[in-house]
């Protein structure tokens, strides 16, 4: 295959700007990493985090970066290390996070990063499937431990997480509980929900009690909230809580910043220690393992993509504009290289 020196990228200049559209070089790659022609790529609303600077403490991105956080699409070189993997397989992935982003036509990532996409999927509901579904699963088995019959409660059960985890949660034997708008009731019940809360009409701390599992995506007093309906020794699990000092510790950010996590986190551990239940707040983190698992998943019939709406690579602003309206269930997919 003939590959461009030059290739077109959505990127974030400037915080608190709007996304550019860039020519930037086609990135070169490592002994371990392979080169993806990228077919479809999945927005984000860690895209919009970062572009309005709140993720700068615990995501410290040297401008300007290249937006995008999954992808799926064709191995066109492979580097010399590389075993996994070979010149024509299709595969799914997330970046690291200080990588290259996926809203280009090119990205290099570490062999480690990736999976073979599941047989029945094509390339855009592959494309909406490793961010959340890694999410999911860190949060429901990494840092939650869950066992087969526990009780999770899964928030917003029709968003992009949502929806997914809903369905990780189910594969993995759980009872599972969510909310969602009248409209939704009928999707997170489709996708395997136990217990759906009209959060209209109902608050899911007045209706919930003895949870193993409480996996927050909203924070605030949502995230306060999720204490109370958990059994002694359950799990927290949040992406949009406040970092402690391990978190800074296990992510490089040094000493004085882990030091400023631990304080800003007080209220939230005094939580924990009051209801006897364990907390974290955690970013994912790329796994092609985890994802070979959420494969299985997908090809057994056990999970599936649920997409709001695709767009074309000249529609991406108004992808983000339909993002940003939060309402939208499942999730939002721009097409790249097609």
């Known amino acids: 295959m003939n590959i461009p020196k030059t290739m077109p990228a959505v990127q974030l ?5 709007p996304f550019v559209k860039n020519t930037i070089p086609v990135p070169t790659i490592n002994a371990n990493e392979v080169l993806v022609a ?14 309005s600077g709140k993720m700068r403490m615990i995501m410290p991105y040297k401008l300007p ?26 595969v799914y992935g997330r970046p690291n996070d200080f990588k290259s982003g996926t809203l280009a036509q090119y990205i290099a990532i570490s062999e480690r990063g990736i999976a073979l996409m599941p047989k029945n999927l094509d390339f855009v509901q592959a494309a909406s499937i490793p961010l959340v579904s890694l999410t999911s699963y860190q949060a429901l088995v990494e840092y939650g431990h869950l066992k087969h019959e526990q009780k999770v409660f899964i928030q917003a059960g029709s968003g992009g997480v949502g929806t997914i985890a809903i369905q990780i949660a189910k594969a993995l034997g759980a009872y599972v509980a969510t909310t969602a708008s009248g409209k939704n009731s009928a999707l997170v019940k489709s996708l395997g929900a136990d ?52 978190f800074g510790v296990d992510h490089d950010l040094g000493r004085t910043r882990s030091i400023l996590f631990e304080i800003a986190s007080t209220h939230l551990r005094h939580l924990a220690k009051k209801y006897h239940v364990f907390y974290r707040f955690f970013i994912m983190h790329p796994s092609g393992s985890q994802l070979a698992t959420i494969t299985k998943f997908i090809e057994e019939g056990k999970v599936k993509p649920i997409i709001d709406k695709v767009y074309s690579y000249n529609q991406v602003f108004t992808a983000y ?18």
């Open 13 to 17: 200049i400037k915080y608190k700007h």
């Open 38 to 51: 990228i077919k479809g790529a999945a927005l984000n609303p860690v895209d919009i985090g970062i572009q």
């Open 65 to 90: 970066i290249t937006v995008g956080n999954d992808f799926a699409g064709v191995i066109v070189q492979i580097g010399k290390n590389v075993t996994k993997f070979k010149v024509g397989d299709k």
């Open 195 to 246: 217990k759906v809360i009209d959060y209209h009409t109902e608050y899911f701390a007045d209706e919930l009690r003895n949870y193993d599992i409480a996996f927050d995506t909203l924070g605030g007093n949502f995230l306060k909230d999720s204490f109370k309906i958990l059994k002694a020794g359950g799990h927290v699990i949040t992406l949009n809580g406040l970092p402690d000092y391990r």
């Open 321 to 338: 504009d339909h993002l940003q309206s939060k309402h939208a269930p499942g999730k939002t997919v721009v097409k790249i290289n097609v």
